[in-house]
């Protein structure tokens, strides 16, 4: 039987993209690289979340991985097999208050001015995410 | 058939490089080549009124400051909006058309976008308005080369 933490290549992964900073632009339907650029705190690779299903039942649904202390945010859906067929290496990141929490460890802070991350980020910004949803208000909004 | 590869193009000067608009087989740089319904004035007004003056206006507001922090997001600064203030100005005076994107790179500076196809092109005014030429091909970069605003 697969290790349950393990990523499996059919798993939908979510990432969240702040509207304030317009990483998706919903008239040219287009997520911008910067969606993918890692912060400060991405030492060891930029967050996604593994997405709810029947086998990860703790998992974040969407509206939940949506969730942050901006007004909105569209989430970017991915699928983990199609990065992984580009080279992109997930890894498993559980947090307590998020089971699913993974990382996309190509791209740190650290690497993020070389040229192979900058080229990823424009691959997954322009051909590996599946769809945009939300705009999804945040809870305290 | 037409392309706009290489369209612009970068002098080396004693003290910075400056940026020229060069048209490449009929083809305009940084250039959304379908009608736009509204003038292309009105269009720069728009950048200009809701995006740079709001983005300035983010500096004003800790909240949002705190909000973007959480996030790991610092919004543009002043030198990177002032430098994008010079950089449409030049782009309307000499009748550019829009850029595809205008967006906060959320380290402080903002990035142009254009993208045609395969090739995606940025200009990326860092935090400390220095200005960078970025070209991609099929995901592949191409070059990367500092300009400035004459």
């Known amino acids: 039987m697969a290790d349950p933490s393990e990523i499996g290549d059919d798993e939908i992964l979510f990432r969240k993209l702040p509207v304030k900073f317009?990483?998706?632009?919903p008239d040219r339907k287009?997520?911008?690289p910067d969606a993918f650029r890692p912060t400060k705190s991405d030492e060891r690779g930029i967050s996604v979340d593994r997405a709810h299903s029947e086998r990860h039942p703790d998992f974040r649904r969407i509206e939940e991985a949506a969730q942050g202390r901006q007004a909105e945010y569209y989430i970017a859906v991915l699928r983990?097999?199609?990065?992984?067929?580009?080279?992109?290496?997930?890894?498993?990141?559980?947090?307590?208050?998020?089971?699913?929490?993974?990382?996309?460890?190509?791209?740190?802070?650290?690497?993020r001015r070389e040229p192979q991350?900058?080229?990823?980020?424009?691959?997954?910004?322009?051909?590996?995410?599946?769809?945009?949803?939300g705009p999804f208000a945040t809870a305290s909004n | 058939m037409p392309t706009c590869e290489l369209d612009i193009t970068v002098r080396e000067s004693a003290n910075n490089a400056q940026f020229a608009r060069v048209v490449a087989e009929g083809e305009d740089v940084l250039a959304t080549e379908i009608g736009l319904k509204e003038s292309v004035a009105a269009r720069w007004d728009e950048i200009i009124d809701h995006k740079l003056i709001e983005w300035g206006s983010w500096r004003?507001?800790?909240?949002?400051?705190?909000d973007f922090e959480a996030d790991g997001l610092i919004g543009p600064t002043s030198q990177a909006i002032c430098k994008a203030c010079q950089l449409v100005n030049r782009m309307r005076m000499d009748g550019w058309d829009l850029p595809t994107g205008i967006i906060p790179d959320g380290e402080g500076g903002i990035a142009f976008e254009n993208r045609?196809?395969?090739?995606?092109?940025?200009?990326?005014?860092?935090?400390?308005?220095?200005?960078?030429?970025?070209?991609?091909?099929?995901?592949?970069?191409?070059?990367?080369?500092?300009?400035?605003?004459?």
């Open chain 1, 117 to 133: 991350s900058e080229e990823k980020r424009v691959q997954l910004a322009h051909g590996l995410v599946i769809r945009v949803e």
């Open chain 1, 80 to 111: 983990a097999g199609d990065l992984r067929q580009h080279g992109f290496v997930l890894v498993p990141d559980p947090l307590s208050e998020n089971p699913g929490h993974a990382l996309i460890a190509d791209l740190t802070y650290a690497n």
């Open chain 2, 60 to 66: 004003r507001s800790t909240m949002l400051q705190q």
């Open chain 1, 30 to 32: 287009e997520v911008k």
């Open chain 1, 22 to 25: 317009d990483r998706y632009d």
């Open chain 2, 116 to 150: 045609h196809g395969s090739l995606y092109q940025r200009i990326e005014i860092q935090a400390n308005g220095e200005m960078f030429l970025v070209t991609f091909r099929d995901a592949k970069l191409l070059d990367r080369s500092q300009i400035d605003v004459e």
